[in-house]
């Protein structure tokens, strides 16, 4: 069961990417898809990162109910590492759309003109905190695949990166959107949950 929620993690995640190449073939985004295709997989960064709060959350219920049911403790155990997998595929694959989404921002929308973007970088407070969340995805992205072992020192960065994008996500519309608000507040409060903890811990 473990090993099937993993590949089929993998296979959704290859998904939206199958879903956007299917239309780009299709000829349905039109002439100048470009735009389409930026906001596409930049939804796609952050509904991969809602994915990993569900993990992580699944993962909670399943360390209280070890604790109470100290007699089956292998099943809970077994269940909360493929989760703990899974939670790392959606990251990567966060890291993935993201890095797309900023690539064809860079290449296609600002046609490599660095001067610009950055200009636009210190101008345009939304993409400075987007450009911030993508880092944090990268250094999580780095330790995950390189330094495994330390990974749980830089996690953190996770839920920073999700606000950040969440932030980069609402005040980018011109009319924000309700998802849009969702978004921010689902990961407005894991933070806030997060924090609370670490305070709990510290007393």
Not at 145 to 164: E, K, T
């Amino acid at each position: 069961m473990g090993y099937f929620a993993i590949f089929f993690s993998i296979f959704l995640g290859l998904c939206p990417l199958i879903y956007l190449l299917w239309r780009l073939a299709m000829g349905q985004y039109g002439a100048a898809p470009i735009e389409v295709i930026l906001h596409f997989l930049g939804l796609w960064g952050i509904y991969f990162l809602l994915g990993i709060l569900v993990a992580l959350g699944l993962g909670g219920l399943l360390g209280q109910y070890k604790k109470y049911r100290k007699k089956h403790t292998q099943k809970p155990k077994a269940h909360a590492k493929t989760l703990s997998y899974i939670a790392k595929i959606l990251g990567l694959y966060g890291l993935f759309y993201t890095s797309g989404h900023i690539f064809f921002y860079v290449v296609f929308i600002q046609g490599l003109q660095w001067g610009h973007i950055i200009n636009e970088l210190l101008n345009r407070i939304y993409l400075f905190l987007g450009l911030m969340g993508f880092l944090c995805l990268v250094v999580l992205g780095i330790f995950s695949i390189f330094f495994s072992r330390l990974f749980r020192y830089v996690s953190p960065l996770f839920y920073l990166a999700g606000l950040l994008g969440s932030i980069h996500y609402l005040i980018g519309q011109k009319i924000p959107s309700p998802s849009s608000y969702a978004i921010f507040l689902v990961f407005f409060a894991f933070v806030c949950v997060k924090l609370l903890e670490k305070n709990k811990d510290k007393q």
